[in-house]
């Protein structure tokens, strides 16, 4: 149990356009959704969380007109990356959280890579 | 604020030994949770061990234990009798009660053969 997806898996753009991921979690419910990015030999940075039915919160630094992540279910939650430019270029990473009361309830997707041209 | 301290960049390991990767906490929240994950040049991010803060024993999960010392602040990680197969990169993280991942800046680890 406790699977979650991100589709693509891997996507190529042209600087300007915007990508959307998305994140599933395919056998459970999650009440909270997390959206980590991570440069080439770097660490995964929290860029937001994502809760249902609510607005994102945006870690510092993060432009949320930039980055819009929209929680529609709590199975599914999508990062579009808006007007993306080089420097978007990236591992993009989201989390699931179950949310029964433990810190050890967070599972993660695979990644998305974006390579913006 | 949380914040989670990796020192060691790269370690290399032979293969069939054990291998101790540092990590050192701080937190100002006194419940909170300590992780220990692999990525692989995949780059999916495998839970390996996980530690409550008011948990008595140290977390084993395998051929993966977590030294915990909590009046230290530290979380080490043991692997013991390394394989191939361990090479990758090594995170340590922290939740607090916000469930926000918080991560070091991780380990390289290399087994050799």
């Known amino acids: 149990g406790a699977v979650v997806s991100q589709h693509p898996s891997r996507v190529i753009c042209k600087s300007g356009t915007s990508v959307k991921i998305e994140c599933r979690s395919l056998?459970?419910?999650?009440?909270?959704m997390f959206w980590y990015r991570q440069f080439p030999k770097q660490s995964l940075m929290l860029m937001a969380t994502?809760?249902?039915?609510?607005?994102?919160?945006?870690e510092q630094g993060v432009e949320k007109d930039k980055f819009l992540i929209n929680h529609a279910s709590l199975t599914l939650s999508t990062l579009t990356v808006t007007s993306a430019h080089p420097e978007d270029s990236s591992f993009y990473i989201c989390?699931?959280?179950?949310?029964?009361?433990?810190?050890?309830?967070?599972?993660f997707g695979p990644g998305t890579r974006l390579t913006v041209l | 604020a949380q914040k989670i301290t990796q020192t060691q960049p790269g370690m290399f390991v032979q293969e069939k030994e054990a291998v101790t990767l540092d990590c050192t906490y701080d937190?100002?929240?006194?419940?909170?949770?300590l992780f220990w994950y692999k990525q692989p040049s995949s780059g999916e991010m495998i839970f390996l061990i996980y530690q409550g803060s008011y948990d008595q024993q140290n977390a084993t999960e395998g051929r993966y234990s977590l030294n915990f010392q909590k009046a230290r602040k530290s979380a080490n990680l043991v692997i013991s009798a390394s394989q191939l197969g361990d090479s990758a990169m090594y995170f340590c993280a922290i939740a607090d009660s916000s469930y926000k991942l918080i991560f070091g800046s991780g380990t390289r680890l290399l087994v050799r053969p």
């Open positions: 989390s699931a959280r179950v949310g029964q009361g433990s810190y050890n309830e967070q599972f």
């Open positions: 937190t100002s929240d006194p419940s909170y949770g």
């Open positions: 056998d459970f419910q999650a009440t909270t």
């Open positions: 994502s809760n249902e039915g609510s607005k994102a919160t945006y």
